[in-house]
């Protein structure tokens, strides 16, 4: 039996769940990533206010697991991610500790990273390029700065010395704008990295911002412009 007469013998209510699940529109997994910015950008520097932005970020990665229209077996392991990153955030909203906050920024680290994944896969099963591509492609470039936030926090947490020449670690708004300062490479020189590592980090941010934007966003912004025959051709269809 094809896919299409699958789908034509399914249920009315389970073509539309098949077709939610295989949309592959990032929009709303974009809309999801902007949320826990903004939360991240605005919120106090508090525990439990982290907590909410790793919870946000849980969420991102579910909504993106089902947008890509993975089955169990795919799904297994970001779940598991997933799970781990909202537990860590739950306990951290009522037990704070050196230990759990270096944890959680990590297990953040992980989810964004799994988020990126999902989507880039996601984006490549479609074969084409189109604006849903596009939308992915801003997503992994969004996540990017994210990442980099909370790793300046881990080693911010692990140092004994301030993260910032400045002689601060800087709150975690602080951390996001010097993030994506650096993802952009504005190069505002209003806060810096004191040491070697965060030195490392910065410059690393800065490589990865650029060439993304010089390689997968241009490529995917060019071949949204060619006609379907010539993408075909291409594909040796």
Excluded at 2 to 17: D, F, I, K, V, Y
Excluded at 28 to 44: D, E
Excluded at 181 to 191: I, K, P, Q, S
């Amino acid at each position: 039996m094809t896919n299409a007469a699958a789908t034509a013998s399914e249920p009315r209510h389970e073509r539309g769940l098949h077709r939610m699940r295989a949309t592959h529109s990032y929009w709303a997994v974009l809309g999801t990533i902007f949320v826990a910015f903004f939360l991240a950008a605005l919120l106090p520097d508090a525990p439990w206010a982290t907590s909410v932005v790793v919870l946000v970020l849980g969420a991102t990665l579910l909504i993106a697991i089902w947008t890509a229209g993975w089955g169990i077996a795919e799904r297994r392991g970001a779940s598991v991610v997933a799970t781990a990153g909202v537990t860590a955030a739950a306990v951290n909203i009522f037990w704070q500790g050196e230990t759990l906050t270096v944890l959680l920024g990590i297990l953040a680290g992980v989810l964004i990273v799994a988020v990126a994944v999902v989507v880039a896969a996601g984006a490549l099963a479609q074969q084409e390029v189109n604006s849903r591509s596009v939308a992915g492609a801003i997503c992994v470039y969004v996540l990017f700065g994210m990442l980099f936030m909370f790793l300046y926090t881990v080693l911010a947490t692990l140092n004994s010395t301030p993260f910032f020449a400045q002689g601060t670690d800087g709150t975690r708004a602080l951390r996001l704008y010097f993030s994506y300062v650096t993802l952009a490479t504005l190069g505002y020189g209003d806060y810096t990295p004191a040491g070697n590592l965060g030195h490392a980090l910065a410059v690393l941010e800065a490589l990865i911002g650029q060439l993304y934007l010089v390689t997968v966003v241009a490529v995917v912004v060019t071949r949204l412009g060619l006609p379907e025959r010539i993408r075909t051709h291409e594909r040796g269809e």
